[in-house]
């Protein structure tokens, strides 16, 4: 048997065993890839990549602002930035048809400026958003649905640490792609706004509308410390990698001291909730870590059996147009996604394809974009959908049913968003990067 040949059997088993077996991604991969070491280089090799990787691949200044982004998401979370921001958005929103459900999507996006994960986010947004919406009669498909959506907005919009692990693995600048997450972050939370605008009008039924705000009270919003808090985050964060002025590594520690800072002078963070803050902290950057040392040692595993740079010139010289081989891709993550959690998917799938789409002439950063919408589609993907599962932790009295039944539409908004605009319009994605000094 060849080196390729074991190669595409150790990729094809490592599916296999990640959807017969459901054991931790990062676990899985570290498996395959060291037995397939063994198979191929003997037993010296792979105990030496066993004995190197761990640090090797952990031990980069550019991974270190996963943990600062992770703990300012946490801060932000436990000391009622979400909550304040949910208020402002529903003051100003909440007449229009569906409008606690915009408010949601409107919150969603807020909180993604200044935390980098999904999990976190949904869980603020499901903690807050649904019983507001359960007391006004919502359609319950509608309101989980809009909650676990919203949610993935902080997989794109900065900081991300799906974008930051993309840029370590393909090599490509972590500041431009996360300023480039920006405007399809944006454009995507317009869309399910769209959406939910005109599902309410056409069925009013499913949303009635809320409140009624006199304008006094909707600018006496914008004065909460909690919107203030994010923007003062946001500015730090994105304004510095933008400028030039930080590295993103610089950035992510600026903003996790700002949002601890306003924590303090806000008189929300407490000691109990800060040991609270660093566990949670410490917990999940473990386990992205675990999934980074899995997946360097399945990398090193392909780089040995040469299949990513078999796969690239067999793709360069296929006689079918460009966008063709992009849809095949946008069709692998569908199916990926619907079983694997997005960390995982995103370290074991780039490495492997991004040579051959780069030697196609996609652009990283406008792959990396495209690559982290089709990640934040396979979120809500039954039947893993790891945010229906937060979702469903945080408000009980929702059904999976529930969470699913009004997941198609923004599936095919989403769709929507990656095809027709993001792949056909790069500028979309590429027009802010470009303006960086």
Known sequence: MDATTIGIAGFVGLIIILLITGIPVGIGMGVVGFLGILVMSGSKIALNALYQIPYSSTASWLLSVIPMFVLMGYVAFYCGFARDVFGAAYKWVSRLPGGLALTTLVAGAAFGACCGSSVAATAALGKLAIPEMMRYKYNRGLAASTAAMAGTLSALIPPSILLVLYGVVTETSIGELLIAGILPGLLSMTCFALLVLGRTMLRPELAPRGEKFAWSEKFATLKSPGVWGIIVIFA?????????????????????????????????????????????????????????????????????????????????????????????????????????????????????????????????????????????????????????????????????????????????????????????????????PTMMK
């Open 236 to 432: 730090a964060v994105v304004g510095g990698i933008y400028s030039g002025i930080f590295s993103p590594t610089e950035a992510g520690a600026l903003g996790a001291f700002v949002s601890i800072a306003l924590g303090l002078v806000m008189r929300r963070l407490k000691w109990q909730n800060f040991k609270e803050i660093l566990y949670e902290t410490l917990k999940t950057t473990s386990y992205i870590f675990l999934i980074i040392i899995g997946a360097y040692i399945f990398v090193r595993f392909l780089a040995l059996s040469r299949l990513p740079v078999e796969l690239a010139e067999w793709v360069v010289i296929l006689p079918v147009p460009r966008i063709l081989i992009m849809i095949a891709v946008i069709i692998v993550y569908l199916i990926l996604g619907c079983f694997m959690d997005a960390i995982g998917l995103l370290l074991l799938t780039v490495p492997f394809m991004s040579p051959s789409l780069f030697a196609l002439g996609f652009i990283p950063i406008q792959l990396g974009i495209i690559v982290v919408k089709m990640l934040e589609i396979g979120l809500l993907t039954p039947p893993v959908g790891i945010q229906a599962y937060v979702l469903k932790g945080v408000a009980p009295d929702l059904t999976f049913k529930d969470i699913f039944s009004g997941f198609l539409p923004f599936f095919l908004v989403d769709l929507f968003v990656v095809i027709s605009l993001i792949v056909a319009f790069p500028q979309i994605s590429l027009f802010l």
